[in-house]
Structures are given as structure tokens and as C-alpha cells.
């Protein structure tokens, strides 16, 4: 594991844990909104989420060549949750404007 530095990996583990974090905390704000909109904004974060740990798991195995396959799998998986993501945003201020008439 020494393809990182301790400061990076806290940083990686840190951020992964903060992801978490506002995973549960946008589906508890939804629920106590009432909005089933932040429910599925929730769910589109998760492909980033495991784009990150695809990224990490990479790293705890010093970037091995053999596990190449590793990165291509993280960039999907950031492509897919960033596009996931913003349908969900796109969902949520559709959401906002229908409750507001």
C-alpha cells in the first residue's frame, strides 16, 4: 500500500466515509421532507460511491497491472453516476416546481 501517501489515503478513505454520510443524510432529509425525489437522488449517488471504492481497492493492491481492469470499472461506474446524478437533479427541481404551483 505504498503507492499512496498517509495523507492521501486519508483523504480516499475520509471522502468515501463523507459519501456515505450524505447518502443517509439525503434520504433522511427526504423523508422528513416528504420528498421521494431526494430518495432517488440518494440512490444516484451510489455508482459513485462504488467508482470510489473501485478506485481504492485499486490503490490497496499498489496499482497492480492485473487488476487493470479495476480502472476501466471506475470510470464506468463515474460515468454512470454522473449521469445518474444529474437525471436525479433534474428529477429534484422538477419535483420543487410542481410542488410550488
Known amino acids: ?33 416528504k420528498n421521494s425525489a431526494l430518495s432517488w437522488f440518494a440512490l444516484a449517488m451510489l455508482p459513485n460511491l ?17 487488476l487493470k481492469g479495476l480502472v476501466v470499472l471506475q470510470a464506468a461506474l463515474t460515468m454512470l453516476g454522473n449521469t445518474c446524478l444529474a437525471i436525479a437533479a433534474w428529477n429534484l427541481v422538477k419535483v420543487e416546481r410542481e410542488q410550488r404551483i
Open 1 to 33: 500500500m505504498h503507492a499512496l501517501s498517509l495523507g492521501t489515503w486519508f483523504i480516499h478513505i475520509t471522502t468515501l466515509f463523507e459519501w456515505m454520510l450524505a447518502i443517509v443524510l439525503v434520504v433522511r432529509w427526504g423523508e422528513w421532507g
Open 50 to 66: 462504488a467508482s470510489a471504492m473501485a478506485a481504492i481497492t485499486w490503490h490497496i493492491f499498489d496499482n497492480s497491472e492485473a
